[in-house]
């Protein structure tokens, strides 16, 4: 084997082969998944209760149907996450490529929330709907852009 020269191993490469070294901790693994724990509880809690809820609510004799509506726009809804993961990719902000995008979403969630609050209030079930899929963008966007930040 004359004129072989071996490829010293990086300090990544040797880093990955010790488990012992490459595990992380349960507190960064718990702080990693907090977003992740916040945005599941809200989506959970919007489809399970707070929906069939509303659906009886606003729409008294069609309400199944409109379960569906409402259940469908949200899942219509994450279909943003490519646009959105696009669009941060090739963006150019003094604030850093994916903080500006979160910050939208989160704002654009806070008003549809505020929004879907002040339309069940005056049974306007179709606005309704339109609030619920601003929220339900606003969230996916944020989860979308969380993980990359």
Same mark, same amino acid.
């Given at each position: 084997?004359?004129?072989?020269?071996?490829?010293?191993?990086?300090?990544? =490469?040797?880093?990955?082969?010790?488990?012992?070294?490459?595990?992380?901790?349960?507190?960064?693994?718990?702080? =990693?998944?907090? %977003? $992740?724990?916040?945005?599941?509880?809200?989506?959970?809690?919007?489809?399970?209760? =707070?929906?069939?809820?509303?659906?009886?609510?606003?729409?008294?004799?069609?309400?199944?149907?409109?379960?569906?509506?409402?259940?469908?726009?949200?899942?219509?809804?994450?279909? =943003?996450?490519?646009?959105?993961?696009?669009?941060?990719? *090739?963006?150019?902000?003094?604030?850093? *490529?994916?903080?500006?995008?979160?910050? $939208?979403?989160?704002?654009?969630?806070?008003?549809?929330?505020?929004?879907?609050? $002040?339309?069940?209030?005056?049974?306007?079930?179709?606005?309704?709907?339109?609030?619920?899929?601003?929220?339900?963008?606003?969230?996916?966007?944020?989860?979308?852009? %969380?993980?990359?930040?």
């Amino acid at each position: 084997m004359a004129g072989y020269t071996p490829v010293p191993q990086t300090e990544a =490469i040797e880093h990955a082969a010790n488990p012992a070294t490459s595990c992380p901790s349960l507190g960064y693994l718990m702080v =990693i998944n907090s %977003f $992740a724990f916040a945005y599941s509880l809200v989506a959970a809690t919007l489809g399970v209760v =707070i929906l069939p809820s509303e659906s009886v609510h606003l729409f008294l004799d069609r309400h199944a149907m409109m379960l569906g509506v409402m259940l469908g726009c949200t899942g219509v809804t994450q279909l =943003i996450g490519p646009a959105v993961g696009y669009q941060s990719d *090739r963006s150019t902000s003094v604030y850093g *490529r994916r903080r500006p995008l979160l910050v $939208a979403g989160a704002v654009l969630s806070c008003i549809g929330c505020l929004a879907m609050h $002040a339309t069940r209030q005056r049974r306007m079930g179709r606005v309704f709907i339109a609030a619920l899929g601003v929220t339900a963008t606003g969230l996916n966007t944020s989860f979308t852009l %969380f993980g990359f930040a």
